[in-house]
């Protein structure tokens, strides 16, 4: 199965900053990776595609990047609204695999 | 609007049975691969089972096969998950997901069911 490790496991963040999360795949997984926020009490939702494809609805501060075994998710001025857990996660092969999470706490 | 609503969920005992239903509106249901991804209280996300379009093919996680079934009906907009022999590690919150493209990620989730399996 792939692992994916995600890091850091929690990020303060101030409002306003660009952060980065990343995320690692213990093998290739060309860029079939994708990455869901889930807030507090909420389903995730799909905000990256493909690692680096744009989502109909999200923000447009939200970006990703990478390809093979290192991705990264990016914030772009971070607003309170995004203070929650990021998952990534791989359909490249099977059984589809999520990382354990990283969450965005207020510094 | 894309809406997913999944019923069925509760507490039972371990080894007994349960089947979720998930309920699929605002597109077309038989056009779409099909998936159950679970959460465990305050944990992660668990890729559960997924089914084609067509339901002619499923696919399972060595922690689920054998004891859960993904099925549909196309006829009734339905996704179903009938879980055997439930553990208290299947304790958890069930999501029913659309596929995106082909197969590969989840572009719509549901509310979630929670499921408890506790004697």
């Known amino acids: 199965d792939v692992v994916l490790t995600q890091s850091p496991a929690t990020l303060s963040v101030t409002p306003g900053e660009r952060i980065s999360l990343s995320c690692r795949a213990s093998?290739?997984?060309?860029?079939?990776l994708h990455w869901y926020q889930q807030k507090p009490n909420e389903s995730p939702r799909l905000l990256i595609k493909?690692?680096?494809q744009s989502i109909s609805g999200i923000p447009s501060r939200f970006s990703g990047s990478g390809s093979g075994t290192d991705f990264t998710l990016s914030i772009n001025g971070v607003e309170l609204e995004d203070l929650s857990i990021y998952y990534c996660?791989?359909?490249?092969?099977?059984?589809?695999?999520f990382g354990a999470g990283t969450k965005l706490e207020l510094k | 609007e894309v809406q997913l609503v999944e019923t069925g969920g509760g507490l039972v005992q371990p080894g007994r049975s349960l089947k979720l239903s998930c309920v699929a509106s605002?597109?077309?249901?038989?056009?779409?691969?099909m998936s159950w991804t679970r959460q465990a209280p305050g944990k992660g996300l668990e890729w559960v089972a997924s089914?084609?379009?067509?339901?002619?093919?499923?696919y399972y996680p060595d922690s689920v096969k054998g004891r859960f079934t993904i099925s549909r009906d196309n006829a009734q907009n339905t996704l179903y998950l009938q879980m055997n022999s439930l553990r208290s590690e299947d304790t958890a919150t069930y999501y029913c997901?659309?596929?995106?493209?082909?197969?590969?990620?989840?572009?719509?989730w549901g509310q979630g069911v929670m499921v408890t399996v506790s004697s």
């Open positions: 997901t659309r596929d995106g493209t082909y197969a590969s990620y989840f572009d719509y």
């Open positions: 605002g597109f077309t249901f038989n056009n779409y691969w």
């Open positions: 089914i084609t379009n067509s339901g002619g093919s499923t």
């Open positions: 093998e290739s997984v060309d860029t079939y």
């Open positions: 493909y690692a680096s």
């Open positions: 996660q791989q359909g490249n092969s099977l059984p589809y695999t």
